[in-house]
C-alpha cells in the first residue's frame, strides 16, 4: 500500500514541475503578454513580496477566518437540522418539498437579499457563504441518518436507551461517513464564497486582493493571490480527509 501511494504522490509532483514548467515557458516566449501571464518566478517574487512586506499575510488571514466562520456556522446548522429531519420519516415528508425549493436556488440569488439585509458587511459575507455551504452538509447528514439500520433502532429501544442517546450512540457513527464527506465538499464551496463576497464587499481578504491587483494591471500580484487560495484549498483539502480517515478508522479496524 505504501508503495503505490508514494508513486501516486510522485507522479503529481511531476505533473505539477511540468504544469510549472510549460507555464515558465510560455511566459519567457511571450507568447501571451506579460501584462496579462507573469512566469512563475515573478508571481512567486510577488508572493515572497506581499507576505514579508506588504499586507498579503493579512488579506490570507481574512479569507481563511471568513471561509472558516462561515464554514463552521453552516456545519453546525446543517448536521442539527440534518440530524433532526433525516431520523425523522414525518420530518422528511413534511420538509422535503422546502428542501427542494431552496436547494437549487443560487446562491448568487441570495447576494442581494443578504445585502439588502446586512449591507456591506461581513455579517453580510458569513450569512452568504453559510447558506451556500450549509447544502452538502445537511442533504448528507439527511441521507446518512436515513439509511441507518433500522434493526439498530429496535435493539436501542429494546434496550430503553434515550433518544438523545440513540442518536450520539448508534446514528451519529452510522451517519459519520455522509457527514464527513459533505463537510468535505462544503469546505470547497465556503471558500469560493468567501472569495466572491470579499470582491463584491470590499473584505479584507484575498478576494478584495485579486480585484485590485487586476484593476491595477498588477498580474504578478494576481497570479499570487490565486496561488495562495490553491494552497488554501489544498491545505484544507489534505486536513479534511486525514481528519476523515482518523474519525473512521473504526471501519477499518472492524473488518
Known sequence: MIMPSL???????????????LWQLIANLKLVS???????????????????????AVKLLGTVEHMALGWLAASIAGIALGALIGSSRAMRDYVAPSLEFLRPLPVSAIIPVAIALFGLTQSMALFVIAFGAIWP?????????AAVEPRLYEVARSLHMSRLAI?????????SPDILSGMRLSLTVALILAVVCEILAGLDGLGHWI???????RSADLFAGVIL???IGYVTGLAMSSAEKHLLRWRSSGH
Open 7 to 21: 508513486l501516486w504522490r510522485i507522479l503529481s509532483f511531476a505533473v505539477a514541475a511540468a504544469f510549472v514548467a
Open 34 to 56: 506579460p501584462v496579462f501571464l507573469p512566469g512563475p518566478d515573478r508571481a512567486w517574487a510577488a508572493l515572497m513580496r506581499g507576505i514579508t512586506s506588504g499586507d498579503l
Open 137 to 145: 452538509m445537511l442533504l448528507a447528514t439527511i441521507h446518512g441518518f
Open 167 to 175: 442518536v450520539f450512540k448508534i446514528a451519529l457513527p452510522s451517519a
Open 211 to 217: 480585484l485590485l491587483a487586476a484593476r491595477s494591471f
Open 229 to 231: 487560495l490553491g494552497a
